[in-house]
C-alpha cells in the first residue's frame, strides 16, 4: 500500500464506527450551548488515488444564490430517500460533476462542520479510480478541478484570519492555488483532515516533529 493512502487510511474516522463521535465545529449562535441545525448535509472529499494524489474541487456557478464562485467540495442536503450520508455524498457527487459511484470508495469521514445557512455538513472522504471523465450539472457547478496533494494538505500554505459575527470570534482558513482561492468550510474541513495526519504521524513518531513522512 502506498504511505500517502495508509497514511489517510488511518487518519480518517471509520465508516463502521458511524458519526456520533465525531466532533462538531463550526457555526453557533450566541449564547447556545445546544445548536443543531435543522437540516443535514454531506459532501464527498474525493482523492484521485494515483502515485501523486490529486485532492477533487468544484467552483460553484457564479449564478447561485448562496456562495456563488466558491470553492468547495461536491455535496449538498441529505434527500429523504438517502439511507446514509455516505450516499448522499456519492449521489451528490455523481449528480453535480459526473463522478461514477463505481470508481468512488468511501474509506472514512471527518469531523462534522455546522454552517451558518443552518446545515450540519458531514465530510466523506473517498478514494477514486482514475479516468475519470467529468460531466458538470451547469446549473450548479461552473468547474470541477485538482489540486496535488503535495499542496493543499501543507498547513504553512494557508493563512488564518479572525472575523467577528454575532459578537463572536471565528478563524477563516484560506489557501490560494494559481487562480482559485479555497476558503471558508472547504478550507475547514482540510484543515480538519490535516490536523489528524499529524496526529497520525505523532502517534507512529512521537517525540518528533515535522511534516508527515
Excluded at 42 to 69: N, Y
Excluded at 163 to 171: D, N
Amino acid at each position: 500500500m502506498n504511505p500517502w493512502r495508509s497514511q489517510l487510511l488511518h487518519a480518517v474516522s471509520p465508516l463502521e464506527s458511524g458519526v456520533r463521535d465525531l466532533r462538531v465545529s463550526g457555526y453557533r449562535p450566541p449564547d447556545s450551548e445546544s445548536y443543531r441545525p435543522n437540516k443535514t448535509a454531506a459532501v464527498l472529499v474525493p482523492f484521485l488515488d494515483l502515485p501523486e494524489p490529486e485532492i477533487v474541487l468544484t467552483r460553484r456557478a457564479d449564478h447561485l444564490a448562496q456562495h456563488p464562485g466558491q470553492v468547495s467540495f461536491p455535496g449538498g442536503a441529505a434527500e429523504e430517500n438517502d439511507r446514509s450520508a455516505v450516499q448522499t455524498a456519492l449521489r451528490e457527487a455523481h449528480e453535480e460533476i459526473g463522478l461514477p459511484a463505481e470508481r468512488t470508495r468511501a474509506i472514512g469521514f471527518l469531523d462534522r462542520m455546522d454552517t451558518i445557512s443552518d446545515y450540519r455538513v458531514l465530510p466523506v472522504v473517498a478514494l477514486v479510480t482514475p479516468p475519470v471523465e467529468w460531466v458538470l450539472d451547469e446549473r450548479e457547478v461552473a468547474e470541477v478541478f485538482t489540486v496535488p496533494v503535495s499542496i493543499v494538505l501543507d498547513a504553512t500554505r494557508y493563512t488564518a484570519r479572525t472575523i467577528e459575527h454575532q459578537g463572536m470570534s471565528h478563524t477563516i482558513f484560506s489557501l490560494k492555488w494559481n487562480d482559485y482561492n479555497i476558503w471558508g468550510a472547504t478550507a475547514a474541513m482540510l484543515m480538519n483532515l490535516i490536523s489528524r495526519l499529524e496526529n497520525v504521524h505523532e502517534q507512529r513518531h512521537p517525540g518528533i516533529s515535522g511534516a508527515s513522512e
